[in-house]
């Protein structure tokens, strides 16, 4: 059996080490955008690339004989998504989307939803001066015209227009709260920008903030495919390709 997991996330590699586990009967491919310079490598075999859009990659899945796909895509990888359930279909192949479960807020949160990077930048007005905009480099542009303080993390430089006032931060989670307690005094954060990415790898921010009285701007989740069946846990879905 060939099951193909899309791959970029956490759980995605927890997925390939599950699924290897269990010896020659299954070949495992991970995929991977090439988003990220040195991306953190599952176990197993591993391309990298996109495919083309839906008709490409319903090619691969027929070209190399794939019998399951996960999508186990960040949640805000919208295009990938849609296109893995067209290529599913038209391949006929079975699709499991592993999407962890977003946050939610607790008593003390102070969060401000919002439904795109846009709006985030439009929410900050009068929400404070000294952001930490954790939502990656891909969409900064959307900050561009922004006249507050910016600290920008993320894995790999921005190579994309940001606001002029602007300290970038090369790291990549598993973060701790000691770590994001101390980034947010530092830096005197007085507003939190994030996606609704959920896991337990970049929650510990949403803490830190919550225990500093700082707002958080929380970019909700783009829509996903209808129909596909979800898994909440890389175990969930080892046990879907199990029963396959
Ligand atoms: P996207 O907008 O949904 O996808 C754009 C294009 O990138 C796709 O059409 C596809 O190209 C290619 N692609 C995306 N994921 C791929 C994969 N796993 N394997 C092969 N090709 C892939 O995706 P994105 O938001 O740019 O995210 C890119 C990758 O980074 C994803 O794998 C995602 O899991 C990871 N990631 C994203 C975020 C985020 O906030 N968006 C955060 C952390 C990690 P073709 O049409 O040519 O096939």
Redesign the pocket.
Known sequence: MHVLI????TE?RALAGLLEAHGSELRVTS??????AQPRLPVGEV????????E??ADWLRAHRVDAVID??????????F?AARAAATAHVPLLALRRPGWVPVDGDDWHDVGSLEEAARALDGLGQRVFLT??R?GLAAFADCPQWFLVRSVDAPDTPMPPRTEVLLDRGPFTLDGERELLRRHRIDVLIT?D?GGAATAPKLTAAREAGVPVVVVRRPPAPEGVPVAATPEEAAAWVRER
């Open positions: 899309l791959g970029g996330t995605a995929s991977l955008a090439g988003r990220v391309r990298i690339g996109g495919f083309g859009g839906a490409g990659l186990a895509t960040h949640p805000f990888a919208e295009r990938i998504s296109n939502t990656g891909m996606k990415s």
